[in-house]
């Protein structure tokens, strides 16, 4: 679902990209305006996309916050009016601009946002006489009340599929949870009430050892299913990235992934010979990484990041190093990230170090033993 909602982020970038673009072009090949105006209104192109893609295409987690997407909103927002005051080939741009607030401010906020853009644009368009207008011909305002209201019908079938993907997301738990339940019923909790069954056979047959070696036979054999069926279950337990690839490649993909959708540069290296952890290691490695990397992209601000997995011969330590802004690692933190890292760590018999201070990026070391 993340993948699909980091597809839909970048459409909406490059939609606004190519609307801007191409009422650069359209300036540059027509229109009255001298040499120096379209140079200037050039300029002011250039200042938008700048802006766009510094404080919006590279900020996703910042979206949804009101300090501080409202005030870059609110300047993209400023240009857009100045420059279709320029030029009117920038009116296209508005169009490239209907899914951000939805996609910058949190709910409220954003219908305000939307019907700001659509009423700024319409103005500049206008010229400044559009009071004027409305006063000489009522339906003048009907083209401003259209937009607005295409604009809100936009937002509301946005939250409606964000609802519906919530809404699916809690089913899949729940039909996961479901299955799990049947699994365990059909296959741990039927053979080991089978080898209770033997073994009492085998205690009430004391005196009859034939039989008793039978029964444990018997009961050693269920034993022997029972745990190829627990292993298959954890198997299918595996996170997707490690059913299709080792650590490292899952770890490759993790990284690749996180950088496509925040523009954030992250490299990737393995030192040491890769060999199998086991399912809870390799899972815990995996989840610290993502987890690291999310923590990299809400807080830290940072222009690079980097992962290594390191293979020793008692351990295997996976570090996750940003060089953003650090903070006080002593300090009190309300965020469960942290904590649910070192409790998967501890688990598989690690731990987790962070070493860190204001203004001099983040260390994240996870080490976990290994025969």
């Known amino acids: 679902m993340a993948d699909v909602e980091a597809r839909w982020v970048r459409a909406f970038h490059l939609l606004f990209s190519a609307c801007l673009g191409v009422s650069a072009v359209v300036m540059l090949a027509g229109g009255d305006a001298g040499p120096d105006e379209k140079a200037g209104t050039l300029a ?23 300090n501080p997407m409202a005030a870059h909103f609110l300047v993209l927002v400023a240009l857009l009016f100045v420059l279709i005051r320029r030029e009117p080939s920038y009116e296209m741009v508005m169009f490239g601009m209907f899914a951000l607030p939805y996609l910058l401010l949190p709910r409220g906020w954003n219908y305000l946002g939307a019907v700001l853009l659509v009423v700024v644009a319409t103005a500049a368009e206008a010229a400044g006489d559009l009071s004027t207008r409305v006063v000489q011909d009522p339906a003048a305002l009907g083209p401003v009340l259209g937009g607005i209201v295409l604009v809100l019908l936009m937002g509301r079938f946005t939250e409606f599929l964000t609802e519906q993907s919530e809404q699916n997301k809690v089913l899949g738990v729940l039909e996961e949870r479901a299955r799990l339940a049947r699994e365990i019923h059909d296959t741990l909790a039927q053979g080991l009430s089978g080898i209770i069954t033997q073994l009492e056979a085998a205690e009430q047959a004391i005196d009859d050892p034939p039989a008793v070696r039978r029964r444990i036979a018997l009961a050693k054999r269920l034993a022997r299913d029972n745990l190829t069926e627990a292993r298959r279950s954890v198997d299918a337990l595996r996170p997707e990235p490690l059913r299709e690839t080792d650590l490292g490649g899952a770890l490759a993909a993790v990284a690749g992934r996180w950088q496509s959708t925040t523009g954030i540069p992250v490299t990737f290296s393995v030192d040491g010979r890769p060999r199998p952890l086991g399912t809870e290691a390799e899972t815990a490695v995996l989840r610290a990484a993502q987890e690291g990397l999310a923590n990299i992209a809400r807080h830290a601000g940072a222009g690079q990041a980097a992962l290594t997995l390191s293979y020793m011969d008692d351990q295997v330590t996976l570090d996750v190093l940003d060089d953003g802004a650090g903070f006080d690692p002593s300090a009190p933190r309300d965020g469960y990230g942290l904590v649910a890292m070192r409790e998967r760590a501890s688990r598989a018999g690690g731990t987790v170090t ?17 025969a």
């Not at 962070?354 to 290994?370: F, K, M, Y």
């Open 44 to 66: 002011l192109t250039a200042l938008m996309g700048i802006w766009y893609t510094f404080f919006v295409a590279r900020r996703p987690e910042l979206f949804e916050r009101v």
């Open 354 to 370: 962070v070493e860190s201070a204001p203004g001099e990026g983040t260390a994240l070391c996870l080490s976990i033993p290994c």
